[in-house]
């Protein structure tokens, strides 16, 4: 059980393109879904919080305009990267919590990741 | 800032060998400290975790004690396996189901 999948795995665009990443929990529902963004040799960067039904909260350092993030219900969560550039390039990984899992903190389950190489 | 440090990678070690990667932490308070693992190709997994000074987390042979003193939360296996293949994270939190903050990753090979 608490699988989250990715869609899609890899994607390669040109500069100036958006595009979008999904983010599904496929057994469970999710309070809150988070994105992060991991460089080569690099930890994990929080991006943004999102709460179903509700904005998303960015970290600081991260353009809203730029990583559009909605979570419309409670089993999908999206990220576009609008006008993407090549610094835009990276490992884009998310998160959810389940709700009402009943134990002292809520375990983040973690999706496999989108590689986005923007050329 | 709160934040979390790790040692370099990669770290590459001889099946059976024992394992100790190190994880140190800055934090104001009693953050929660956990260990992720990310096996080649799969999503982040949690391996264990501790909630309080002196709790040690274990899971598939691995260990972690939290230690305030030293604010450290280092992870050991008495004989790793090639299974045991992958990066791990050390990472802390302070919300119920709230943000992680993770050290750079640590990546571990073991050979035959």
């Known amino acids: 059980g608490a699988v989250v999948s990715q869609h899609p795995s890899r994607v390669i665009c040109k500069s100036g393109t958006s595009v979008k990443i999904e983010c599904r929990s496929l057994d469970f529902q999710a309070t809150t879904m988070f994105w992060y963004r991991q460089f080569p040799k690099k930890s994990l960067m929080l991006m943004a919080t999102?709460?179903?039904?509700?904005?998303?909260?960015?970290e600081q350092g991260v353009e809203k305009d730029k990583f559009l993030i909605n979570h419309a219900s409670l089993t999908l969560s999206t990220l576009t990267v609008t006008s993407a550039h090549p610094e835009d390039s990276s490992f884009y990984i998310c998160?959810?919590?389940?709700?009402?899992?009943?134990?002292?903190?809520?375990?983040?389950?973690f999706g496999p990741g989108t590689r986005l190489t923007v050329l | 800032g709160n934040s979390v440090t790790q040692m370099e990678g990669p770290v590459t070690l001889s099946e059976e060998a024992f394992l100790t990667i190190n994880c140190t932490y800055t934090?104001?308070?009693?953050?929660?400290l956990f260990w992720y693992v990310q096996y080649p190709g799969e999503g982040l997994q949690l391996l264990l975790k501790?909630?309080?000074?002196?709790d040690k987390g274990s899971n598939k042979g691995f260990e972690a004690t939290y230690r305030k003193e030293t604010t450290s939360f280092h992870l050991e296996k008495g004989s790793v396996q090639v299974s045991d293949s992958a990066v791990y994270f050390c990472?802390?939190?302070?919300?119920?189901?709230?943000?992680?903050?993770f050290g750079q990753g640590t990546e571990l090979s073991v050979k035959p």
């Open positions: 501790a909630t309080k000074a002196d």
């Open positions: 934090a104001t308070g009693y953050p929660s």
């Open positions: 998160s959810a919590t389940e709700r009402g899992r009943g134990v002292s903190y809520n375990e983040q389950f």
């Open positions: 990472a802390l939190s302070y919300n119920q189901g709230g943000k992680l903050i």
């Open positions: 999102s709460n179903e039904g509700s904005k998303a909260t960015y």
